[in-house]
């Protein structure tokens, strides 16, 4: 935690290795975050650039509170994913399978991972608002049960609850029978 804090305090200070440093860091994980919580590829490379650019206008008035950097980033990603969902509700949406979901060249493996994709979009969105935020926090963030109580303002035993609640859920709407 020290290590981070210091890496803040100097990128506060427009370090840009610093920057760099924590930019690499996050990236991914912030990037599957948003992927996972809206279901666009590009839409959320896009975002996820924006949330790097107000994070670094926004530094300075970061305070460190002994949660990890990425705790605050998450917000800005929350935040993002709010206003980008508030304004795809007034015009009209790509459907899921018109997403390039895959790195691969495969045809049949770019198709079952669209699949899949489209299958957990779909189950997750039959979870309570909370269960989503910490199954993407979890999962497609990376972070573990403290960080995601910190970042969502819950107790351990809250965010532990809410995910196993959550998986139940999952298995019985993409595994029904099993």
């Known amino acids: 935690m020290q290590l981070e804090e210091g890496l803040v305090r100097r ?22 975050y948003i992927a996972l919580k809206i279901g666009d590829r590009t839409e959320a490379e896009d975002m996820t650039q924006q949330v790097f650019l107000k994070a670094i206008q926004s530094i300075s008035s ?35 399978e018109k997403v390039d979901v895959s790195d691969s060249d495969d045809p049949g493996r770019q198709a079952e991972r669209k699949l899949e994709i489209e299958e957990l979009a779909v189950a997750t969105r039959k979870l309570t608002k909370a269960q989503q935020e910490v199954i993407s926090l979890r999962f497609a963030g990376g972070l573990s049960v403290a960080e995601v109580a910190r970042t ?27």
Request: proline share 5%.
């Open 11 to 32: 990128a506060q200070q427009r370090d840009q290795v610093a920057l760099t440093q924590l930019y690499e860091e996050n990236f991914e994980r912030i990037y599957r």
């Open 62 to 96: 970061y305070k460190w509170k002994g949660m990890p950097f990425s705790s605050w980033l998450y917000r800005i990603a929350h935040n993002q994913i709010v206003d980008y969902l508030r304004k795809k509700s007034r015009r009209p949406t790509v459907p899921l």
């Open 152 to 178: 969502m303002g819950r107790s351990e035993g809250a965010v532990k609850a809410l995910q196993h609640s959550a998986i139940l859920a999952l298995r019985k709407v993409l595994a029904p029978g099993a």
